[in-house]
């Protein structure tokens, strides 16, 4: 067998038995998603990100690499994400309806009086209501309190009392985490809901 192809073969592998180590086999925190989407978006966002940067078996430097460009505000947009992703993104639009979603209306977030006013607001001039991560719910609650890592923990903690922290700013803050909190599932499903499929909930209307 020609060297050339030998070694396509073996990256390909390794790469398969990386993905593979990824499957979120040992999250317990799926528990509170009865329809699956989460894990198959989870899923799908790890896929979009070997692929996109092709850094083998190197998840660490994947993440930050990826975390790096979302705080620069470099990332393209237009190559990153497959058909796969959007569509899922599209579909937890749908689904953010309950207390217990991924994302939430803003005006379900805030406080009882800001809700009120924000939800008229949005009535009077027509438009779509902005949707915000749900720190407060089931999943990423999980995330947190199932997290051996206090600076993780204490991330999510400030979100939870200030969700409109700008994408970017969170990126930054997760980016400088120790290396072994990146080989976590509760940071890497963080990275990709909060930070990923937050980003595509937004653009995917850009794409057909």
């Known amino acids: 067998?020609?060297?050339?192809?030998?070694?396509?073969?073996?990256?390909?592998?390794?790469?398969?038995?990386?993905?593979?180590?990824?499957?979120?086999?040992?999250?317990?925190?799926?528990?509170?998603?009865?329809?699956?989407?989460?894990?198959?978006?989870?899923?799908?966002?790890?896929?979009?990100?070997?692929?996109?940067?092709?850094?083998?078996?190197?998840?660490?430097?994947?993440?930050?690499?990826?975390?790096?460009?979302?705080?620069?505000?470099?990332?393209?947009?237009?190559?990153?994400?497959?058909?796969?992703?959007?569509?899922?993104?599209?579909?937890?639009?749908?689904?953010?309806?309950?207390?217990?979603?991924?994302?939430?209306?803003?005006s379900e977030y805030e406080k009882p009086e800001t809700a009120q006013k924000s939800a008229t607001t949005t009535s009077k001039k027509n438009e779509e209501e902005i949707l915000i991560f749900n720190y407060r719910g089931g999943f990423i609650q999980c995330l947190k309190n199932s997290s051996d890592s206090s600076d993780f923990s204490e991330i999510i903690a400030s979100l939870e009392e200030d969700g409109n922290i700008s994408t970017s700013l969170v990126s930054q803050k997760i980016y400088y985490l120790l290396d072994k909190d990146f080989k976590t599932f509760q940071v890497k499903n963080f990275i990709a809901f909060d930070i990923y499929y937050s980003i595509l909930m937004v653009i995917e209307k850009a794409f057909k």
């Not at 639009?93 to 939430?104: E, G, N, T, V």
């Open 1 to 106: 067998m020609p060297l050339k192809i030998r070694s396509r073969i073996i990256s390909l592998l390794m790469l398969l038995v990386t993905m593979s180590s990824y499957n979120q086999s040992d999250n317990p925190c799926l528990s509170v998603d009865e329809s699956g989407i989460i894990q198959k978006a989870f899923n799908s966002f790890e896929k979009d990100l070997f692929t996109y940067y092709n850094f083998g078996n190197d998840s660490i430097k994947t993440y930050r690499t990826f975390l790096a460009e979302v705080a620069s505000l470099s990332l393209d947009l237009r190559k990153l994400p497959s058909d796969g992703s959007i569509q899922l993104a599209r579909e937890f639009k749908k689904i953010a309806s309950s207390k217990q979603s991924l994302w939430i209306k803003l």
